[in-house]
């Protein structure tokens, strides 16, 4: 369906309180975020735009519409309402550590010489995983690694694959990371290595789509900024799914505002919004 690009300020009302509850539980149920009333401007902008170049003039038919056209158009609702704020190195002192300390310690348990498996849950689009991948490859162990990127937008995942960034995007790089693990393309977007693209994998996954296509004995999970946006019982939920994929000694890396009760019954603590698994 084609768009005018009309402007959607003069051609919408305004999103009423039953239509924005309706919304909030379709949020909720597609996506697991508790959408609070505070995000109703948000909600109300994102949705105009995909309103627009669908030609719909009202939520209530942009609603149906959702519902009826299946996984296309809800893959594109969750794409709009979903949020994808990271940069390289957020939160410093989790790649120092992932670095310096877990990645030799997992290395010289690995008497077995399997892959090294780590899950970056709610990769965005993709700063997270080059990163960990950054710090495999300038580290000196010898056992073989893999990055399993998860996002619920389908538009980021497509990022991570890609591994190609805009200018605006590499904020957290020092020029000597950018000079040695990225190449500019005649576009001005930044190419990650290949080295740096080839260890990771890059798939779609809702955290509240269960069972997880995931094989446990997950050596590292980091899914930070992400949980937040959860009920405590979905919080506790997703710490749970997480604890079942790991074994004893693995390591999960949470945000720096995510303080979940339900981690302290499967994890003990080791850093900073670091935990170990017991």
Same mark, same amino acid.
């Given at each position: 369906?084609?768009?005018?690009?009309?402007?959607?300020?003069?051609?919408?009302?305004?999103?009423?309180?039953?239509?924005?509850?309706?919304?909030?539980?379709?949020?909720?149920?597609?996506?697991?975020?508790?959408?609070?009333?505070?995000?109703?401007?948000?909600?109300?902008?994102?949705?105009?735009?995909?309103?627009?170049?669908?030609?719909?003039?009202?939520?209530?038919?942009?609603?149906?519409?959702?519902?009826?056209?299946?996984?296309?158009?809800?893959?594109?609702?969750?794409?709009?309402?979903?949020?994808?704020?990271?940069?390289?190195?957020?939160?410093?002192?989790?790649?120092?550590?992932?670095?310096?300390?877990?990645?030799?310690?997992?290395?010289?348990?690995?008497?077995?010489?399997?892959?090294?498996?780590?899950?970056?849950?709610?990769?965005?689009?993709?700063?997270?995983?080059?990163?960990?991948?950054?710090?495999?490859?300038?580290?000196?162990?010898?056992?073989?690694?893999?990055?399993?990127?998860?996002?619920?937008?389908?538009?980021? $995942?497509?990022?991570?694959?890609?591994?190609?960034? /805009?200018?605006? #995007?590499?904020?957290?790089?020092?020029? +000597?990371? =950018? &000079?040695?693990?990225?190449?500019?393309?005649?576009?001005?977007?930044?190419?990650?290595?290949?080295?740096?693209?080839?260890?990771?994998?890059?798939?779609?996954?809702?955290?509240?789509?269960?069972?997880?296509?995931?094989?446990?004995?997950?050596?590292?999970?980091?899914?930070?900024?992400?949980?937040?946006?959860?009920?405590?019982?979905?919080?506790?939920?997703? $710490?749970?799914?997480?604890?079942?994929?790991?074994? /004893?000694?693995? #390591?999960?890396?949470?945000?720096?505002? +995510?303080? =979940? &009760?339900?981690?302290?019954?499967?994890?003990?603590?080791?850093?900073?919004?670091?935990?170990?698994?017991?």
């Amino acid at each position: 369906m084609q768009s005018s690009l009309r402007s959607v300020d003069n051609s919408l009302g305004a999103m009423t309180d039953a239509e924005f509850v309706d919304f909030q539980r379709l949020v909720k149920e597609m996506t697991g975020i508790s959408l609070s009333d505070r995000k109703r401007a948000m909600l109300t902008n994102r949705l105009a735009k995909r309103m627009a170049f669908l030609n719909l003039n009202n939520y209530q038919d942009y609603l149906y519409f959702i519902k009826a056209e299946g996984h296309s158009e809800r893959n594109e609702f969750i794409n709009a309402v979903t949020t994808n704020l990271t940069y390289f190195y957020r939160e410093p002192h989790h790649f120092e550590y992932f670095g310096q300390h877990v990645l030799p310690i997992l290395s010289k348990q690995n008497i077995r010489n399997k892959p090294i498996r780590v899950w970056s849950a709610g990769c965005s689009y993709g700063q997270e995983p080059y990163s960990l991948a950054i710090e495999v490859c300038n580290s000196e162990i010898e056992s073989e690694v893999r990055i399993l990127c998860t996002d619920i937008d389908s538009k980021t $995942i497509s990022s991570v694959k890609k591994g190609a960034y /805009p200018e605006k #995007y590499m904020r957290g790089l020092s020029d +000597e990371l =950018i &000079k040695k693990w990225f190449v500019q393309k005649t576009d001005g977007t930044w190419q990650a290595a290949p080295r740096l693209r080839q260890l990771l994998i890059g798939k779609r996954l809702n955290l509240f789509d269960k069972p997880w296509p995931i094989k446990p004995a997950v050596d590292v999970i980091m899914c930070r900024n992400t949980l937040i946006y959860f009920t405590e019982p979905d919080q506790a939920a997703v $710490i749970r799914g997480f604890a079942e994929h790991q074994e /004893p000694g693995a #390591y999960l890396f949470l945000g720096h505002s +995510e303080n =979940i &009760k339900e981690v302290e019954k499967f994890y003990k603590r080791v850093g900073n919004t670091i935990f170990e698994r017991i």
